[in-house]
Nanobody, 124 residues
C-alpha cells in the first residue's frame, strides 16, 4: 500500500530556496511515476512536476521550469523537489502523488495515491 509523507515545507523570503521530500513508507513507488502538485487557498490543484520511475524523464509546469528540479532516489523510496528563486505566488500546500503507470502525466486524476501535503509560504 502506498503511503506518501511529505516534509521540508516552511516560510522563506522571495528569492530563497526550499527542498521538499516525499517518502513512500509503503515501499511501492519504485516502479511508479511520482509527481508534485500544489494547491493555494481558493484555487484548484495544479501540476508542478513529475518524474519517471527510473528518474530519467521529467516534466515541469511552465511557471516553475528553470527554478524547480524534481529527482528521486528509489533506494530510499523518496522523491525530492528542489525549489529555487521562490516567488510569493509559489505559496501553496505542496502534495506528492504516485501514479501506477510508466507514463508521465500532468493530470491530477491520473494519480491514484496522495500525501497530506506540506505548506510552503513565500514572503515578499
Amino acid at each position: 500500500q502506498v503511503q506518501l509523507v511529505e516534509s521540508g515545507g516552511g516560510l522563506v523570503q522571495a528569492g530563497g530556496s526550499l527542498r521538499l521530500s516525499c517518502v513512500d513508507s509503503g515501499r511501492t513507488c519504485s516502479s511508479s511515476v511520482l509527481g508534485w502538485f500544489r494547491q493555494a487557498p481558493g484555487k484548484e490543484r495544479e501540476f508542478v512536476a513529475a518524474i519517471s520511475w527510473g528518474g530519467g524523464i521529467t516534466t515541469y509546469a511552465d511557471y516553475v521550469k528553470g527554478r524547480f528540479t524534481v529527482s528521486r532516489d528509489n533506494a530510499k523510496n523518496t522523491v525530492y523537489l528542489q525549489m529555487n528563486s521562490l516567488k510569493p505566488e509559489d505559496t501553496a500546500v505542496y502534495l506528492c502523488a504516485s501514479r501506477a503507470s510508466p507514463y508521465l502525466s500532468a493530470r491530477a486524476p491520473d494519480f491514484g495515491s496522495w500525501g497530506q501535503g506540506t505548506q510552503v509560504t513565500v514572503s515578499s
